[in-house]
């Protein structure tokens, strides 16, 4: 039996960028969030979306949950833009302008929205325990960020091992979320190391045998034989 909520939150950079609203209809509603992630060419060697896209699919999607991660720079002026254009959940870079990090998790919380923290593979855990108090979740890379279909970074689970030690210790309550390479074959081994949200793009969108929505079931099934397992 389930123990515990696994979110399922699939790329929207993984799919066709000619076909995105399809492409979100072609899921089903098999999953929990919609994650976008956002790219500035600065933060990270991409360009990907902007606020009004993001408005768009609110407007679309009146009901969905959008995660929205941001890898950008300049938070003072688009961090605003992403909270005005309907976002559930903003998480943030912890290298980017870290000395705004505490004060623009707060400014998030204080919006209404969830609040996240994200960490670069090369990035420990420790440079995050002065927010984890404000952070409603901390999103875990397990690539490089910037670029969609990399090899999964497996080291990066003992951060997800660090993350559920102190959220224990301390009593805090974020969620752990993890984005990079997460397909049907490691998405069992990312939730046993204690992941709540689950970020796969190019294995839900370009799966030549399966169509979005067969690989989110699949990618629940394996979920649930976690649990049935323990």
Same mark, same amino acid.
């Given at each position: ?73 300049? #938070? ?11 976002? =559930?959940? /903003?998480?943030?870079? @912890? %290298?980017?302008? &870290? ?89 069992? #081994? ?11 793009? =190019?294995? /839900?969108?370009?799966? @030549? %045998?399966?169509? &979005? ?18």
């Amino acid at each position: 039996m389930q123990t515990r909520k696994i979110f399922l939150a699939p790329s929207i950079l993984g799919a066709n960028p000619l076909k995105i609203y399809d492409s979100i209809i072609a899921m089903e509603n098999n999953f929990d969030w919609l994650h976008l992630d956002i790219m500035d060419g600065h933060f990270v060697r991409n360009l990907s979306f902007g606020a009004d896209f993001a408005l768009k699919i609110r407007e679309a999607f009146p009901d969905i949950f959008l995660d929205v991660h941001l890898m950008i720079d300049e #938070l003072k002026i688009i961090l605003p833009q992403f909270i005005k254009a309907g976002a =559930s959940l /903003v998480t943030i870079h @912890a %290298e980017t302008e &870290p000395q705004l990090l505490h004060a623009s998790l707060n400014e998030i919380r204080k919006a209404g929205i969830k609040s996240g923290v994200a960490i670069c593979p090369s990035t420990p855990v420790e440079n995050i325990f002065d927010v984890l108090e404000v952070a409603d979740l901390v999103l875990v890379m397990s690539v490089t960020p910037g670029f969609g279909g990399q090899k999964f970074i497996e080291r990066s689970l003992e951060k997800v091992n660090k993350l559920v030690s102190i959220r224990a210790a301390k009593k805090y309550n974020y969620l752990i979320e993890i984005d990079g390479g997460i397909n049907l074959n490691n998405i069992a #081994l990312a939730v046993k190391s204690g992941c709540d949200a689950i970020v796969a793009g =190019s294995a /839900v969108f370009n799966n @030549a %045998e399966k169509t &979005p929505s067969e690989v989110l079931k699949s990618m629940r099934a394996n979920v649930e034989e976690v649990f049935n397992f323990d």
